[in-house]
Nanobody, 124 residues
Framework: QVQLQASGGGLVQAGGSLRLSCAAS????????IGWFRQAPGKEREFVAC????????YYADSVKGRFTISRDNAKNTAYLQMNSLKPEDTAVYYC?????????????????WGQGTQVTVSS
């Protein structure tokens, strides 16, 4: 079982950028796929992006495609979410989760080891 911790959130103006990090601990982190989800106040947690083990595949929600980039550095046991051209509707708490099967997953039921999220606030 891996443990995850998201960080890197903050307050940014619309059009700005942030890079989130998902630090993972555990001997088999490199075998897990990592997904980013977000949850805005009063809304359900929604899928943002996912990356497979060894970075062979990535998948994005339509709402972030072309603006966000997911990546990972297995040597550092860390996944990243580069967020550019941020919009006020991107405001949410961002979480990362993992799946030991290593593929692409876009539902909360498929991921586990959710750590504390990181708040992203985009002002207009």
């Amino acid at each position: 079982q891996v443990q995850l911790q998201a960080s890197g959130g903050g307050l940014v103006q619309a059009g700005g950028s942030l890079r989130l990090s998902c630090a993972a601990s555990g001997r088999t982190v490199y075998r897990h796929s990592i997904g980013w989800f977000r949850q805005a106040p009063g809304k359900e947690r929604e899928f943002v992006a996912c990356i497979s083990r060894f970075s062979t595949s990535t998948y994005y929600a339509d709402s972030v495609k072309g603006r966000f980039t997911i990546s990972r550095d297995n040597a550092k046991n860390t996944a990243y979410l580069q967020m550019n051209s941020l919009k006020p509707e991107d405001t949410a708490v961002y979480y990362c989760g993992a799946n030991e099967r290593g593929g692409i997953y876009a539902t909360t039921d498929d991921l586990h080891s959710w750590g504390q999220g990181t708040q992203v606030t985009v002002s207009s």
